[in-house]
């Protein structure tokens, strides 16, 4: 047999796969740590904070990058066995949905510093509420995917649908707001972006639990995923449209 044709049917090792996993532990545990304190800016009107995050982001980035290089050494040295390439594809799918984890993060940030120059509204409350749901989603999958748990992983995917519910509520009282006195029109669009944004990471989240499920089982999800987000159907008077 060639040299050539050896070097590629040479399988990969548990340790080089268990790099890979651990670079997907970092990155999570990066993104966990910046929505944790995007939140926290909000809630607690830090602006030091929001501005450390921001200036943190590029590590989820780095991590990023490692993760891809690694997966390309990976692919390149050998023929791997099926569980073994959906660990490989797996972890590139969740490095990307982490990656953007932490650029909503960023961007939550972004505007709580905005927000911490106004006079506060009693949304903030349901925003930080909103912010906690999505942060268990994540925590939730990342630790699904750290022990290979589908029912975890399930878990996540179908609880994805209360924090929509959750979005949709604070749309509609934002929405209020903002006709019943014009003035909050800036502060209020601000918080529809957050809002937004927490709402997205929910949906990144759930990426990651549907890739678990297709890293344990080989297959993905047959299901249609739970969706609660009905913001597209919104009317300017703040009541949710029939889809035609």
């Known amino acids: 047999m060639p040299a050539a044709t050896q070097q590629y049917q040479v399988k990969w090792s548990a340790e080089q796969l268990a790099l890979l996993r651990a670079d997907i ?4 545990g990066l993104a966990e740590q910046q929505l944790s304190r995007a939140i926290e800016a909000i809630g607690r009107r830090d602006t030091g904070l929001a501005e450390r995050l921001i200036e943190d982001d ?15 050494r990976l692919l390149s040295a050998g023929r791997p066995s099926a569980p073994d390439l959906r660990q490989v594809l797996s972890a590139l799918k969740i490095s990307s949905d982490l990656e953007r984890v932490g650029d909503l993060a960023k961007n939550i940030a972004k505007r709580a510093m905005v927000l911490n120059q106004e006079e506060p509204l009693r949304t903030i409350q349901s925003l930080t509420r909103m912010g906690r749901l ?70 990144h989240a759930t990426n ?17 995923r739970p969706k609660g987000d009905f913001s597209n159907l919104t009317t300017a008077s703040g009541e949710v449209s029939e889809a035609k």
């Open 134 to 203: 999505a942060l268990n989603e994540l925590k939730d999958a990342l630790d699904a995917y750290s022990r290979n748990d589908t029912d975890q992983a399930l878990a996540v995917w179908r609880r994805d649908e209360a924090l929509d519910e959750l979005y949709n509520s604070l749309l509609r009282e934002l929405l209020t707001f903002m006709m019943n006195d014009p003035r909050v029109i800036g502060l209020g669009t601000h918080l529809m972006f957050v809002a937004k944004n927490l709402e997205r990471i929910g949906d």
């Open 25 to 28: 532990a970092q990155m999570g």
């Open 58 to 72: 590029a590590q989820i980035d780095k991590l990023e990058i490692a993760v891809d290089a690694r997966a390309v």
């Open 208 to 224: 990651v639990a549907e890739t678990v499920y297709y890293l344990v089982n080989g297959d993905y999800l047959s299901d249609q």
